[in-house]
């Protein structure tokens, strides 16, 4: 209960029941998965398998801030893509959004918990990782635990660190700062700018950004890409909002992008076994 009134302040708006977008024909296709985290939170998510006869991966969705959690990619139509071009895929809610039960503000243990079991269901396939925004920002922490299960990553719409975030948002900010007067070695533990250096296990990262982003600017990625220890990739969306690539005019050239970093990085897993 302590955590679900810490988080208010940043997250209350979003911490609602959760609704599944699916009609009842579409969750046929889903399977319903769990996992504790060291968050202290049940992890919630969904597995689906490839809609074509040869699965290349498993890929792990991380979803931004919002009401519809692990539903953003269900309604912006990222499972469909990636099932009907070969890869398994997986959504989950971070802990306190969605069907997730609470738990602390480590969320990179939510996003290292599902890669684990994304590793249980599918052990015989590369996992691959896709973050935006806050399923972004906390990825970074979880690349530099030696326990993720991750063979490549792309990290979408990601701040250098909380309050480069935050700092547009004034109540959140200053609750922001009190906590990390309070906790000083948990806040250098998320430095995401300072973490992204101590990448293990991924072959690579992609990182992706839009210029008209006007709460996660492409500096932003720059400096996360210059930090990185293992070979990166940029793309950038001409004209999206926020976590909105998918809704923007930019979306072909984006899912091209996607699936072409995808299929890239299958082949050199499948060549170094």
């Keep these: 209960m302590i955590y679900k009134l810490l988080k208010k302040p940043f997250f209350g708006n979003f911490m609602v029941k959760w609704r599944n977008p699916l009609s009842e024909t579409e969750k046929k296709d889903w399977q319903n998965i769990s996992i504790h985290s060291k968050s202290g939170g049940l992890i919630k998510g969904m597995f689906a398998k490839s809609k074509t006869k040869n699965v290349k991966a498993t890929i792990v969705l991380g979803h931004p801030m919002g009401k519809e959690a692990k539903g953003y990619f269900l309604k912006r139509d990222y499972t469909n893509l990636l099932r009907e071009n070969g890869f398994n895929t997986i959504v989950f809610d971070i802990n306190g959004f969605g069907e997730s039960t609470h738990g602390n503000f480590s969320y990179f243990e939510d996003i290292t918990a599902i890669s684990l079991k994304a590793k249980e269901l599918t052990p015989d396939l590369p996992i691959g ?53 309070l906790l000083p070695k948990y806040k250098r533990k998320i430095e995401f700018q300072e973490r992204i250096k101590e990448v293990k296990h991924l072959q690579s990262i992609l990182y992706i950004y839009s210029e008209s982003d006007t709460w996660v600017p492409v500096s932003m990625g720059k400096i996360l890409q210059k930090n990185t220890n293992v070979p990166t990739e940029f793309w950038l969306a001409k004209d999206a909002q926020h976590a909105e690539i998918m809704k923007s005019d930019d979306k072909n050239s984006y899912q091209n992008r996607i699936l072409e970093y995808l299929n890239k990085e299958v082949v050199k897993v499948h060549n170094k076994m």
């Design 129 to 181: 990782y896709h973050g935006i925004s806050l399923g972004a920002m906390f990825s970074t922490v979880t690349f530099a635990d030696d326990n993720h299960k991750y063979d490549f990553a792309i990290i979408e719409s990601s701040a250098t660190s909380l309050a480069d975030f935050w700092i547009q948002f004034p109540f959140a900010y200053k609750t922001l700062k009190i906590m990390n007067f």
